[in-house]
Nanobody, 122 residues
Framework: QVRLVESGGGLVQSGGSLRLSCTAS????????MSWYRQAPGKQRELVAT????????NSPDSVKGRFTISRDNAKNTAYLQMNSLKAEDTAVYYC???????????????WGQGTQVTVSS
């Protein structure tokens, strides 16, 4: 059974920091790209950051670039999201995602965590 368990969310003041963790079980973690998404009330889920399976490549949108850093420790089956200089608009439920694309036959393995609430007070 695949499980992704997020932790580290909470309430923080504007300008503060939080570090989210996502620990995976039931998958070969080192073969999955890991991502963090977030969803604020009344809004669509949006990508926050992605890291390749080896950790060599990361991507994030301009809205969080320079403030959020994604990383991973394949020995611990854990991905992290370091969030600095938090703003009120960062308030959302943050979800961890594990994705692996298999070329032949074409298939995508796609797993989600249950989410962790991040609330930034202004």
């Amino acid at each position: 059974q695949v499980r992704l368990v997020e932790s580290g969310g909470g309430l923080v003041q504007s300008g503060g920091s939080l570090r989210l963790s996502c620990t995976a079980s039931g998958i070969t973690f080192s073969t999955y790209a890991m991502s963090w998404y977030r969803q604020a009330p009344g809004k669509q889920r949006e990508l926050v950051a992605t890291i390749s399976s080896t950790g060599d490549t990361t991507n994030s949108p301009d809205s969080v670039k320079g403030r959020f850093t994604i990383s991973r420790d394949n020995a611990k089956n854990t991905a992290y999201l370091q969030m600095n200089s938090l703003k009120a608009e960062d308030t959302a439920v943050y979800y961890c995602n594990a994705r692996r694309l298999v070329p032949m036959p074409p298939w995508t393995y796609d797993y989600w965590g249950q989410g962790t609430q991040v609330t930034v007070s202004s």
